[in-house]
Nanobody, 126 residues
Framework: QVQLVESGGGLVQAGGSLRLSCAAS????????MGWFRQAPGKEREFVAA????????DYADSVKGRFAISRSNAQNTVNLQMNDLEPEDTAVYYC???????????????????WGQGTQVAVSS
């Protein structure tokens, strides 16, 4: 069965960095666009970044452009999110997700993703 397992969250001071990883299994990873989303307490889940099948295209939310970088390894079935210059507003549970349709590009809409990991907590102190 499809599994997505995030890791790498934690507590960091503002201006610091974290690297999140998502290990995927149970499907042909290289056939799917992958995304990262986040959800802060009391807020809706929101798009952070996405990367296409071979990694040739990436998209970011405006709030993280220039600070976050998404990457993937199809050899290792992993998708990563490097987060630099973190701000308290980045505090949230971060989820990786699989685009529901193979062989298509990025999307910022949660309804375009069908499998989600359990999430990893990121807390940024001021």
């Amino acid at each position: 069965q499809v599994q997505l397992v995030e890791s790498g969250g934690g507590l960091v001071q503002a201006g610091g960095s974290l690297r999140l990883s998502c290990a995927a299994s149970g499907f042909t990873f290289s056939s799917y666009t992958m995304g990262w989303f986040r959800q802060a307490p009391g807020k809706e889940r929101e798009f952070v970044a996405a990367i296409t099948l071979g990694g040739s295209r990436t998209d970011y939310a405006d709030s993280v452009k220039g600070r976050f970088a998404i990457s993937r390894s199809n050899a290792q079935n992993t998708v990563n999110l490097q987060m630099n210059d973190l701000e308290p507003e980045d505090t949230a549970v971060y989820y990786c997700a699989r685009r529901s349709t193979p062989w298509v590009g990025t999307s910022s809409f949660t309804y375009d993703y069908d499998y989600w990991g359990q999430g990893t907590q990121v807390a940024v102190s001021s």
